[in-house]
């Protein structure tokens, strides 16, 4: 179905009340039709009134709609809506309730022979009482209404100087609708959405008419609200009720399989044409029916919620799984307090403890904060809604615990149980550095292809490199082992485009968005034989010294470990290959690698290290000392206790530059040789190696940090 066809439905196209039998959701039409049979064969000899009661959204109007729909083919009924909406204290609804009778009898001449020959003098009779009954003449709010009815005839506009009495008039109308063939029936809605006092007005107004012969009133109220309104100076609101209304008819309640079949109905058409994210079948019964179908009672809640749901998923796109907005979107629409409960409690809700039984007071002060958000929803669906949406709190009501694995399934998936896809909800805007979820899936779906991952990664811009790879972690598991080696290869080639500077404090370095999807890869190889082969295939397709070597650090003897992934006859065989690899390397091969002095540093032997000769020859080449001069660089953060500025102090890693280079005058030769080339243009002085060549000047001239 396209948009288009969509347009057309009345589950979403808004909560206006239906006018045809064809969008008649709930079946109504058979109840419309047997109301407009008993108003058709009642006795009117001295009126009626019949109310059509029901709750707010229940499909009043909706009904009065059908009902008038089956009066209007019945030749001897003439049907006039008033609207009460239009006047405001009793003078107004007493001159426009007539006026406006007059005016739509006046329209039936034209309409029904039935009423051809009466209608003028009824009108002209409706117009005169109404003038004897109240002294205004002009409504502001119904100007067009009584201007046409009093051009009725020539004869009105001198009706209101001969002022007969009211029982006169009264007498002659009565006369004039007793020899009415037909009925007239006046339909008045929304009764209840009046003001108390105009209420009363109102139903004061049908009780002294309510005898008119041949008229039969169809009233539309809630009940409860209508008895509440007469309530009061000594009268009891139902009982004054009971006097007016003759038949009585309430608009039955939606079952709950209506409601259910309407809401999936709706959220299906709603969101069809609409580019969104995930579906989880596995969560999408639990949450349809704990939280998502308890929160609706009628067809107008329903309406109104899709309405929302469709605006709410253009704007929010693939970033939110399909099960978590449909949610949300019924919370807000249906309980905003609970909905912004939820949002001023976002750490409560979404973070996961850092280690399994840990307690450092964290339940017993979030437990209440907890249970105050599962009070503002309706009973048993608060608890649903944070079993289901907000799993790591279940650690307050359930002591079930989650951990970061789970919070990485939560963001893949794009659950709002990650803070990250819940804020992304609530402002519809994505973090600096996070990619949009489509990126990941395309990296994700290429991962069984070694060409295809490299051109889905080529694909994503720099600055969102390390969210990917971030994100790509919980897609790992289903890697199949053929596949590990290539998808390790194409991940160590992107260390180039990672960042090289620090974000602050806490930050482990870019690194670690390569290092960690490497090292989950490399731990699902469980036999040694098969991790031994695929490390060396990995080192022998690299071209990268220090991925290289990241990814010996990775997989052999790591520090304060005893775990190792490859055998150590093959570590010992891979530092020996790439120490040579380095040691034989040309200028051209060096002047480009990534933290080019820590890869020479820690390739090299600690007697090596401390030789008094330079590690590598090519260390003087201009521009292989620029990329040492600039991987040298570090910054350090510091910040005083009570404030929030950081104080950042940039440093040179001095000492170990002077290790590679074996002696502080070939250090200042190689700068100084490469100091012409930085003029000339022919080495760029990006922003690095220029904060790196004032440090070298300071250190030069025996400055050192004072933490030194």
């Not at 009415?180 to 139903?203: A, H, N, Y």
């Not at 995930?278 to 309406?303: C, G, M, N, Y």
């Not at 929302?308 to 998923?313: D, E, G, H, P, Q």
Request: aromatic share 8%; charged share 25%.
């Amino acid at each position: 179905m396209s948009e288009a066809d969509n347009i057309g439905s009345p589950l979403v196209s808004g909560d206006d009340p239906i006018t045809r039998e064809q969008d008649d959701l709930l079946n109504r039409t058979p109840l419309a039709a047997a109301i407009a049979e008993e108003i058709a064969g009642m006795n009117a000899e001295n009126g009626g009134v019949l109310a059509i009661t029901g709750k707010w959204g229940t499909g009043k109007t909706s009904l009065i709609n059908l009902i008038a729909n089956k009066l209007e083919q019945n030749e001897a009924i003439r049907t006039i809506r008033f609207n009460p909406w239009f006047f405001s204290g009793t003078d107004q609804l007493m001159e426009f309730f007539f006026t406006e009778l007059a005016s739509q009898l006046q329209e039936t001449e034209r309409k029904s022979k039935r009423f051809r020959k009466k209608s003028v003098s009824m009108a002209d009779a409706f117009t005169r009482y109404s003038a004897a009954l109240s002294p205004l003449k002009f409504i502001p709010f119904a100007g067009t209404a009584l201007g046409a009815a009093q051009g009725i005839s020539s004869g009105v506009s001198q009706a209101f100087g001969q002022r007969a009495s009211v029982h006169e008039q009264r007498t002659e109308i009565i006369e004039s609708l007793s020899k009415l063939t037909g009925r007239i029936v006046v339909l008045i809605d929304d009764i209840d959405r009046l003001s108390q006092r105009e209420i009363r007005d109102l139903l004061r107004l049908v009780r002294l008419n309510g005898s008119f012969p041949r008229i039969i009133y169809v009233l539309c109220f809630d009940r409860a609200v209508v008895e509440t309104a007469l309530d009061g100076e000594g009268i009891d609101g139902a009982a004054y009720l009971e006097k007016i209304v003759r038949t009585s008819v309430e608009v039955p309640p939606a079952t709950d399989e209506s409601i259910a079949d309407l809401l999936i109905r709706g959220v299906t058409e709603c969101l069809r044409d609409i580019p969104v994210g995930p579906l989880d079948e596995s969560r999408w019964a639990d949450v349809f029916w704990q939280v998502v179908r308890p929160l609706f009672t009628t067809l107008r809640e329903i309406k109104r919620f899709l309405s929302s749901l469709s605006l709410t998923a253009r704007s929010v796109g693939e970033e939110v799984g399909i099960v978590d907005l449909v949610a949300l979107e019924a919370i807000r629409v249906q309980h905003p307090r609970a909905y912004d409960a939820i949002f001023q409690n976002v750490p409560l809700l979404t973070e996961v403890q850092s280690s399994f039984g840990r307690d450092d007071g964290a339940r017993e002060r979030n437990t209440p904060a907890l249970q105050s958000i599962i009070d503002l929803f309706p009973a048993s669906v608060g608890k649903s809604a944070i079993r289901l949406l907000f799993p790591a709190a279940q650690l307050y009501t359930e002591n079930v615990w989650h951990g970061k694995d789970s919070q990485q399934a939560w963001k893949r998936d794009r659950r709002v149980a990650h803070a990250q896809i819940l804020r992304y909800y609530r402002h519809l805007e994505l973090p600096e550095g996070t990619a949009p979820s489509v990126q990941v899936q395309m990296v994700a779906h290429a991962i069984d292809s070694e060409e295809g991952l490299r051109d889905a990664l080529s694909r994503v811009p720099d600055e969102h490199l390390e969210d990917v790879l971030d994100r790509l972690l919980a897609h790992l598991v289903s890697v199949p082992s053929e596949a590990i080696q290539s998808t390790v290869t194409v991940l160590l080639e992107v260390f180039p485009r990672l960042r090289v500077e620090s974000k602050g404090f806490f930050d482990p370095g870019a690194d670690y968005a390569v290092l960690r999807p490497v090292l989950k890869l490399m731990e699902q190889v469980e036999d040694e034989e098969d991790a031994d082969r695929i490390a060396r295939g990995v080192f022998d397709a690299g071209n990268s010294f220090y991925a290289r070597l990241r990814f010996i650090e990775l997989v052999g003897a790591r520090e304060n470990s005893q775990t190792r992934i490859i055998s150590p006859e093959l570590e010992v065989e891979l530092r020996e290959r790439l120490r040579s690899a380095i040691t034989s390397a040309p200028a051209t091969a060096l002047e480009s690698e990534r933290d080019l002095l820590r890869t020479i540093v820690r390739v090299f032997s600690q007697e090596e290290n401390n030789s008094g000769l330079p590690l590598i020859e090519t260390a003087e080449s201009p521009r292989v000392t620029a990329q040492l001069l600039s991987s040298g660089l570090t910054t350090t953060r510091r910040q005083t206790v009570g404030s929030v500025q950081v104080h950042r102090e940039d440093r040179l890693a001095w000492d170990t530059l002077l290790l590679v280079y074996g002696s502080e005058s070939r250090f200042r030769g190689a700068v100084a040789q490469m100091q012409p080339l930085i003029n000339a243009g022919e080495i760029e002085l990006h922003d690095r190696l220029f904060r790196a060549l004032k440090l070298f000047d300071k250190y030069s001239s025996g400055w050192r940090p004072e933490d030194f």
